[in-house]
């Protein structure tokens, strides 16, 4: 996992963990006070959003100890993609596009756009090559030509 995702997740984390669960604790302990939790709406549903809360805190930190962060930075310089690089494309009809290479759990909007994973049909293809290699990415919409124009690791 690149060290941007790896924040992202900390950061999610983080706030399930220290500001979601403890305010809805909190929602839970006042409808508690009500009386009759059998029949008590805003309880149950409290308890609910708890147990959520709780399984996301539980797998995000089994996400977390288990992935190991690459930082594309300290890499060896290579001209070939590999995982974290960020590579440039030119389609057939000229048109240049600039990707990163990431981990399914890093294709979050806000950690901005032109994010793909090394799973993806794209990101498969891309992984190994070198700048000047054309590949051939198969897709529903038919198959495309990329040339690699540029493979940097910022």
């Not at 890499?75 to 600039?98: H, I, L, S, W, Y």
């Amino acid at each position: 996992m690149t060290r941007a995702g790896f924040e992202m997740l900390r950061e999610q984390f983080r706030r399930l963990l220290y500001e979601e669960r403890p305010r809805v604790t909190q929602e839970v302990s006042v409808a508690a006070a009500h009386g009759d939790r059998s029949e008590n709406y805003e309880y149950k549903l409290g308890k609910r959003k708890l147990r959520e809360i709780d399984a996301k805190i539980h797998r995000l930190q089994k996400q977390l100890e288990g992935y190991e962060v690459v930082d594309p930075a300290t890499r060896p310089r290579t001209d070939r993609v590999f995982f974290g690089a960020t590579v440039t494309v030119e389609d057939e009809g000229g048109v240049c596009t600039t990707y990163q290479i990431v981990g399914g759990d890093e294709l979050d909007a806000s950690l901005g756009p032109g994010r793909i994973s090394y799973e993806a049909p794209l990101g498969r293809a891309l992984l190994g090559k070198r700048e000047g290699d054309v590949v051939l990415v198969r897709r529903p919409a038919g198959d495309m030509e990329l040339t690699i124009v540029k493979v940097d690791w910022k």
